[in-house]
């Protein structure tokens, strides 16, 4: 939809009375600024500036018994948690909306833009005990309404980009193809193998330079977090977070990408570099990634570094390889991982520092049973290195799922599983040596980009949750 339609319309029906009205028509005319830009979308033109808006609405609700968490399968890069009844209702509401505006007009090295992203996340997280009390917090999330993105562009295959936004790393390529995914991939933020738990120092206050060289090769260069945008560089219930402050030393990221599609390949290597803007470079990290689509296959690697060698973290090496086959009526999908541990911090344990090499297995084997009908069959398995206490913390995990598309825009989903191994056994938290849980969605996407579902879980730990979910954006 272009506002532009409706506004030529109006006019036009005026200007055939007078020559005045046909000389201003002509003026207006150049609201086409925004296609001679090749700009689409919800769009707002003068005589020299394409503006395009968007933006988006959505709506989450939890409520049940499940804010109490056991471990099922920790790494040091995060854990797997399993809700764990504890007598008294959880609940969670959180609305979160966000409106863009992308300034674009022509200039001599190509299109120039100002892009600004206004965003507002008002979120409540109730969790009670047993004993009735109530925390109520944020659960570590930025709230508020804040400028998510602020910044200018300018260029077509070269591009220089300054302000707040995003980071150019290129972090895809990383994720299973098996339908349950891996244990350690699903506790790295964004799944994958990542370059660290949360890419903190990435984004943020930044100066790049993308380009596009082509044969589908593209390259990026540039100074992030020049900010100090670190996790704790958030805000909480409205007030800064403790330690908030700005720290020298973690500030400046040096990040180098080049990527590749085209002919059924894409690829990339991202390389980081942080802390360098005192000089002194603290840690640095590589990601690499590709995958390869041949016929009836696909297949994917990644493997990330990340080496804290002037701090007293751990070093982290995360590793996955993953393949799937399409067939008439069936896919299969058989995916592993690894992650390589050295310098880990002291052990809660143990209250040793250690090294280990933690590593998982997934497959998955999915058949269409009839037109809109597909079943899911899917195991993973964990291996929880905790050697120095002569403790293997393995955890498996099996399920079946159905996806039903009822109609054309309501899809039904149901999952029935169950977790094993000594990760539940030897967990203090479960009240059983297995859990199995089962769950069901429905899912309703009646078109004009407005989707929402409802989804109900319990477990054997008598642990519930109900979810709630609607979404609309706009462009």
């Avoid at 100066?207 to 540039?222: A, K, P, Y």
């Avoid at 069901?440 to 996407?445: G, H, R, S």
Wanted: aromatic share 8%; with cysteine.
């Amino acid at each position: 939809m272009k506002l532009k339609s409706l506004i030529l319309g109006s006019v036009a029906a005026a200007g055939l009375s007078t020559a005045g009205f046909a000389a201003d028509l002509g003026v207006l005319t150049s609201l086409d600024v925004c296609d001679a830009l090749g700009l689409s979308g919800l769009t707002i033109s003068s005589d020299t500036n394409c503006l395009q808006l968007s933006g988006g609405v959505s709506y989450e609700f939890n409520y049940g018994d499940f804010r109490t968490e056991g471990v099922v399968a920790g790494t040091f890069d995060g854990n797997r948690n399993i809700g764990v009844r504890d007598g008294a209702a959880d609940w969670n509401t959180k609305v979160e909306a966000w409106l863009k505006a992308v300034g674009t007009a022509d200039s001599d090295f190509g299109p120039a833009k100002a892009v600004i992203k206004i965003k507002e996340v008002d979120l409540t997280r109730v969790s009670r005990t047993g004993a009735g009390a109530v925390a109520v917090d944020n659960d570590g999330e930025r709230v508020g309404l804040y400028i998510d993105e602020a910044y200018v562009a300018v260029g077509d295959t070269t591009v220089v980009m300054a302000g707040k936004k995003g980071s150019i790393a290129n972090l895809g390529d990383d994720e299973p193809f098996n339908f349950l995914g891996l244990f350690n991939s699903d506790a790295i933020d964004g799944k994958g193998v990542g370059i660290d738990n949360d890419y903190t120092g990435l984004g943020g206050h930044v100066i790049q330079v993308v380009s596009d060289l082509g044969n589908g090769v593209n390259v990026g260069v540039g100074l992030e977090n020049l900010n100090d945008n670190t996790p704790s560089d958030r805000i909480l219930n409205n007030a800064p977070a403790a330690d908030d402050a700005v720290d020298p030393t973690r500030a400046g990221t040096l990040v180098g990408v080049v990527s590749y599609a085209g002919e059924g390949i894409t690829a990339h290597a991202t390389g980081a570099a942080f802390g360098i803007l005192d000089g002194n470079v603290e840690q640095w990290a590589v990601q690499a990634g590709a995958t390869g689509t041949f016929d009836a296959f696909k297949i994917r690697g990644a493997v990330s570094y990340w080496d804290n060698h002037k701090a007293t973290t751990a070093d982290v090496l995360n590793a996955l390889v993953s393949v799937e086959g399409t067939f008439d009526l069936f896919k299969i999908a058989l995916s592993g991982e690894v992650a390589n541990v050295t310098n880990a911090p002291a052990n809660i344990e143990t209250g040793n520092v250690g090294n280990y090499t933690d590593y998982g297995f997934g497959g998955s084997v999915g058949v269409n049973v009839t037109e809109g009908v597909a079943i899911n069959l899917g195991a993973r398995y964990f291996f929880d290195d905790v050697s120095a206490i002569g403790q293997d913390k393995s955890t498996v995990q099996v399920a079946a799922q159905i996806v039903a598309a009822v109609t054309e825009t309501i899809k039904v989903t149901g999952e029935l599983g169950g977790y094993f191994g000594n990760a539940i056994a030897d967990n203090a938290t479960f009240r059983n040596d297995s859990i199995v849980y089962g769950a069901a969605e429905l899912a309703w996407a009646p078109g004009g980009g407005f989707t929402s579902s409802v989804k109900g879980e319990v477990n054997s730990e008598e642990s519930y949750k109900v979810t709630f979910k609607a979404a609309k954006s706009f462009e």
